[in-house]
């Protein structure tokens, strides 16, 4: 299969920067597989829900035609979905690069062969962006 990558995300609001990484992720593995993560999990890490429900999310990246698999990500652990999918390399955008989080994944990774590949983070865009538009026109 070659090198199989992974590039997990809540993909809520879809836009630009979510294409980016799963653009680039593309030109650096053989089979991309993006994990959608699950709307509890969402909750749990950034105290509120999407506003795009989870298998919604899931449809829209797979409609793209950028990835091979789309599998809902249950784990706020991408160690623990690395035990599942025992992916290659992992791709995240460089905002994440440097936080413990970040640091214990690499060292996790590393010890088993897999890796972290960031990607620069777009920052014209974001979800949290567009969901203070949304709030504030409400």
Known sequence: MGVVGYAPG??????????NILRR???HCDHLIAGVV??????RIKGRPPVVPHDERMEVVRALGLVDE??????????EMWKQ???DVLFKGDD????EKATRLERLLGE???QVHYFPYTASTSSTDLRRLLEGLS
């Open 10 to 19: 809540v993909y809520d609001m879809f836009h630009i920067g979510h294409l």
């Open 25 to 27: 992720a593309r030109e």
């Open 38 to 43: 699950e709307d509890d999990v969402v909750t």
């Open 70 to 79: 789309v599998v809902s990500d249950w784990s706020s652990d991408k160690f």
């Open 85 to 87: 999918l025992r992916y």
């Open 96 to 99: 994440w690069k440097g936080t």
């Open 112 to 114: 088993v062969g897999a």
